[in-house]
């Protein structure tokens, strides 16, 4: 149930125009190109995207892109949206792509307050989005409070020591948080952030690897313990697809309330 568009089955169209006008297509009637299976329209809005370390170099050799990038792909909105690679494999970019996605942001706030924000991460990419977060509660653009609709967090991890996203700060409205099962012993020492705050915050555990939850299985490490395999090629791709279609989801169930 939509409840800002109501929708009549027998006529098979929705009752009120697309929110956003002919920026929508030429059908005035019509919801993510018709096509709701495969396309994103979560809020209608801006999304920020930005992606896992070093995703410039392994982004590129996958034939079905990342979740993050295939998110950003899909995502149909007003307010147009932004992808950003992930930092370098020693935290380097952290900062520059932080004050990057909050310009950006800032700009879109400043030309309409009301706009609707979203940001969407992996990996390190997840702690940039918490620190965006953090920065539009701090320093807001004028007439706004800095406020995020939807933050949807693939295993974002704290690697990075000059900042701290474990607490998601109170402007983000929806926090939805894919993490890996600590069981599957998946890079044990990366630790996750941004585990804790938003005014609704949902998290869900997956067998997957650390790699596995941000869309690239296998890619990354084959954990053991003790020389026992935790996990297999197969379990990885499995529950990594489960990792997508949760997060997406999440971002549908938001929209329906925020549109």
């Not at 109501?6 to 009120?16: G, I, R, S, V």
């Not at 020693?90 to 706009?115: H, Q």
């Not at 704290?158 to 600590?182: E, K, Q, T």
Request: glycine fraction near 14%.
């Amino acid at each position: 149930m939509y409840f800002a568009r109501p929708y009549d089955p027998n006529a098979a169209h929705w009752l009120t125009r697309d929110p956003i006008g002919e920026q929508g297509g030429q059908n005035l009637y019509g919801f993510v190109n018709n096509n709701p299976v495969n396309n994103v329209d979560a809020l209608g809005f801006y999304l920020a995207a930005v992606d896992g370390t070093d995703s410039e170099k392994w982004v590129g050799q996958l034939h079905h892109g990342s979740f993050v990038l295939n998110f950003y792909n899909d995502y149909i909105g007003s307010g147009g949206k932004d992808y950003e690679n992930g930092p370098n494999l020693f935290g380097g970019g952290v900062s520059s792509t932080v004050n990057k996605v909050y310009n950006n942001i800032y700009d879109v706030l400043k030309k309409n307050p009301k706009e609707d924000i979203n940001l969407v991460g992996h990996s390190r990419g997840g702690l940039i989005v918490i620190l965006v977060a953090k920065k539009l509660h701090d320093n807001p653009p004028p007439c706004t409070k800095g406020e995020i609709k939807f933050m949807g967090l693939y295993d974002a991890v704290d690697r990075y020591l000059w900042a701290d996203g474990s607490v998601i700060p109170d402007n983000v409205d929806f926090v939805a948080h894919a993490r890996r099962d600590p069981g599957v012993h998946s890079r044990p020492w990366f630790g996750n952030t941004g585990t804790s705050g938003g005014k609704v915050y949902m998290q869900q555990f997956f067998w997957v690897t650390h790699s596995g939850a941000g869309g690239d299985p296998w890619g990354g490490d084959h954990p053991t313990i003790n020389g026992v395999p935790t996990i297999t090629q197969q379990q990885d791709i499995d529950d990594s697809k489960q990792v997508d279609e949760w997060m997406r989801n999440n971002a549908r169930m938001t929209g329906l309330n925020g549109l």
